[in-house]
């Protein structure tokens, strides 16, 4: 497979294969230290993002926190 | 019951009160969105909550946060607790006026049903978020309740256990002003998640 095909906060978008949670992340060039990580339905802690290989089908959706409270 | 909680029958029933009444609350800050969720909560019936926060008021914080002009100085957790003994004495309030850092969430909020986060920091939002996600405690976190002539509503997303409420985007830490129809928006969210949870409305 060249390439697969994932949901990023609603909108399917072309991957390469065999990437980690982190890599996508950071090809999606969010502030990570800010980001939290939903994979089909569950949070992944941002230290298991190096280990976590994300596939074809996967619904992920990325959230940024921002400053104020 | 005091005249505060028999007021509040006009709303509810013995029932519903004694399911809020039973729900023990944890806000982490005490400024813009703790200030007021727990003013809110408390009027709700919620009378058992912790509070941590590590300021004091200051002037700047009087255009959102529930505090007052004679109250400049004073430290926020416990000025916060007298406002909410005013509306219900019988509440069980405990403060602590310290700084939070995510090494000590494991001793903090023991026993609470319900946290809300309400920190400032980007950083601290992700690390109560990350670590509430796998525990059975409900976490409300606000995110993005700043900026003025904001085009983006404020939503709320939930991720199992977690919810997560605000526009997601207005940062005050890149010049969106926080300001009090917004932040005090963004708070009665968190509240009502809180108070629908607690009587069942949501599960």
Known sequence: ???????????????????????????????????????????????????????????IELVTFVGGG | MNKFEEGLLKYLSEDQLKKIQSIKIGIGG??????????????????????????????????????????????KAETLKSYLLSINPDAKIITHHKKWDSSSLENIFHGRDIIIEAFDHPSQKKDFVEYYQD???????????????????????????IFIVGDNVTDTQKGHPPMAPRVVSCAAKMAE??????????T
Do not use: C
């Not at chain 1, 996508?24 to 298991?48: F, M, P, R, T, Y």
């Not at chain 2, 709700?44 to 002009?69: H, M, P, T, V, W």
């Not at chain 2, 976490?139 to 709320?156: P, R, V």
């Open chain 1, 1 to 59: 497979m060249l390439s697969m095909k994932m949901i990023i906060n609603g909108q399917e978008k072309d991957f390469e294969p065999s990437l980690s949670l982190e890599n996508l992340i950071d090809s999606l060039s969010q502030n990570k230290a800010h980001v939290i990580a939903e994979l089909n339905g569950n949070i992944i802690k941002s230290s298991e993002w190096v280990r976590t290989t994300v596939a074809e089908g996967d619904k």
């Open chain 2, 30 to 75: 005490a400024g813009g969105l703790g200030s007021n969720v727990a003013f809110i909560l408390v009027r709700s019936g919620f009378k058992n909550i912790e509070i941590i926060d590590f300021d004091n008021i200051e002037a700047s914080n009087l255009n959102r946060q529930n505090y007052y002009i004679d109250d400049i100085g004073k430290p």
């Open chain 2, 135 to 161: 525990k059975t405690d409900i976490l409300i976190s606000g995110n993005g309740m700043a900026g003025l002539g904001s085009k983006q509503d404020i939503i709320t997303k939930r991720i199992n256990n």
């Open chain 2, 193 to 202: 998640i809180a108070l629908d949870l607690s009587l069942g409305f949501l």
